[in-house]
């Protein structure tokens, strides 16, 4: 099925951990973003792309790398994992997420991944 | 102060009833509005965009007031299948790249 692949789904790491976060997308979207989504804090936007090559931070980029080589993959790297950290990842896609064009401004969703560093 | 602010409920409510969800945004040069919606532990997913003149999809209406800077979302005749919760979705004029995503609106329909 068509749409937005994360892995792994769960995830306990030790502080000072290392690890990558997948991201896939088989829709030929340009824009890939990952959020993290925390209680009472809604989603928010950690780092996001709109093509190969290129990447911006959103609001919370502090402690995550990401990279973009290709159009389909966009991984989410912790360095150097710590408790604050801990949350439930989503990767997104879309042609355009705050665009008017119906259709081309749906964000889909991965399944999420939830993270616990201890 | 949040940029994008919503009651996070819970709004519990019968079967068959008309709940209404409002949401503030404080930058006035957003753009472009939504609403998407969660089931729990589940990702968030499209359930309508909200355009100046308002729009309606089936049961859900959504309006926009650009002078208030608030948008609405209105549910008649409330299905146990619309327990979720409801965010509320802004971009900015200068960016429609970027997402500013609600705390979210919690919804329970009983029977």
């Known amino acids: 099925n068509a749409g937005v692949t994360q892995t792994p789904k769960f995830q306990v790491l030790k502080t000072g951990q290392s690890m990558t976060l997948q991201c896939a997308q088989d829709?030929?979207?340009?824009?890939m973003s990952w959020y993290r989504q925390d209680p009472g804090m809604g989603l928010r936007l950690i780092h996001y792309?709109?093509?190969?090559?290129?990447?911006d931070q959103g609001e919370v980029p502090n402690g995550y790398n990401v990279s973009r080589s290709t159009t389909e993959d966009f991984p989410l790297r912790l360095l150097s994992a710590a408790p604050s950290q801990t949350s439930v990842y989503f990767c997104?896609?879309?042609?355009?997420?705050?665009?008017?064009?119906?259709?081309?401004?749906?964000?889909?969703f991965g399944a999420g991944s939830r993270l616990t560093v201890l | 102060r949040k940029e994008v602010e919503q009651d996070p409920g819970p709004f519990n409510v019968p079967e068959g009833a008309t709940v209404a969800f409002n949401c503030t945004y404080s930058?006035?040069?957003?753009?472009?509005f939504f609403w998407y919606r969660q089931d729990c532990r589940k990702e968030p997913k499209l359930l309508m965009s909200?355009?100046?003149s308002g729009n309606e999809d089936g049961r859900f209406t959504a309006q926009l007031n650009r002078a208030s800077q608030y948008i609405s979302l209105l549910i008649r005749d409330s299905k146990l299948s619309d327990s979720a919760t409801y965010l509320c979705?802004?971009?900015?004029?200068?960016?429609?790249?970027?997402?500013?995503f609600g705390s979210g609106t919690r919804l329970l329909v009983r029977p």
């Open positions: 997104a896609s879309s042609y355009n997420p705050g665009g008017v064009i119906p259709g081309a401004n749906v964000l889909t």
């Open positions: 829709m030929n979207h340009e824009y």
């Open positions: 792309s709109v093509g190969a090559g290129i990447t």
């Open positions: 930058n006035s040069a957003s753009q472009s």
């Open positions: 909200v355009y100046s």
């Open positions: 979705v802004v971009s900015r004029r200068d960016s429609s790249y970027k997402l500013i």
